[in-house]
């Protein structure tokens, strides 16, 4: 069975600061890993995606992420927060073989932005 | 515009009263998909369905129904709310059950439960 971990609930940044949240994941096949971000009152979009193709994936509105097999993470980055990107960011895992049948999100890490 | 489009956008309702969810996407998506998300629980699946008339259980089916007669929609039935379904609930849909297509989300029903 898959599982992920979202170390902080809340992740607290300046404008300007470098964004890291992380994301721990647990499969015993070949995962599929995800992160998702949720606007206030919104549903849920999908900044970006590794599918076993290059292990730093680029999204949308400058976040990226880095697939590392030996360490088990997912981190999300952006090199410079904006007071938009004030959210709730999920990460969720599936499997190769079972789609999304079997996604599992993490608990939500919800992004701060101060001036 | 692609788009998958749920209603009501809030409901408050009494226990034992029962009520649909509907959901509707316009994408001709195979895979249709039901989540529920909760404070510090994240997002769980309730249902899903990989084509009409295919539906099959996620992770937190209990007190909950649904169907796929047509392609484009999935209504939630809950038969007899219980305060305990007071969540916010999402639909979901994909071109298939394959990981790697793009789920798409709609904006979400805020349920409350007395």
């Known amino acids: 069975a898959q599982s992920v971990t979202q170390l902080g609930s809340h992740v607290s940044v300046s404008e300007g600061a470098l964004v890291l949240l992380r994301c721990n994941y647990s499969s015993s096949v070949p995962p599929y890993l995800f992160w998702y971000v949720q606007y206030p009152n919104q549903g849920l979009q999908l900044l970006l995606k590794?599918?076993?193709?290059?292990?730093l994936v680029k999204g949308i509105n400058g976040f990226e992420a880095e697939f590392k097999k030996s360490e088990t993470s997912f981190h999300l980055t952006k090199p410079s927060a904006h007071m938009s990107d004030a959210a709730e960011y999920f990460c969720a895992v599936t499997a190769s073989n079972t789609g999304f049948q079997k996604l599992v999100f993490g608990t939500g890490t919800r992004l701060l932005v101060s001036p | 515009e692609a788009q998958v489009t749920q209603n009501p956008r809030y409901l408050i309702t009494v226990t034992g009263k029962k009520l649909t969810v509907t959901c509707s996407q316009n994408m001709n998506h195979e895979y249709m998909s039901w989540y529920r998300q909760d404070p510090g629980l994240g997002l769980r699946q309730i249902y899903y369905?990989?084509?009409?008339?295919?539906?099959d259980k996620g992770d937190v089916p209990e007190g909950y129904k649904v169907s796929r007669k047509e392609k484009r929609n999935f209504p939630l039935i809950l038969e007899s709310p219980s305060p305990n379904q007071t969540s916010l609930y999402f639909c979901?849909?994909?071109?298939?059950?394959?990981?790697?297509?793009?789920?798409?989300f709609g904006s979400g029903t805020q349920l409350s439960v007395l």
């Open positions: 590794y599918t076993s193709a290059a292990t």
């Open positions: 369905s990989m084509n009409v008339e295919v539906t």
């Open positions: 979901a849909s994909s071109l298939s059950l394959a990981g790697a297509e793009k789920l798409f």
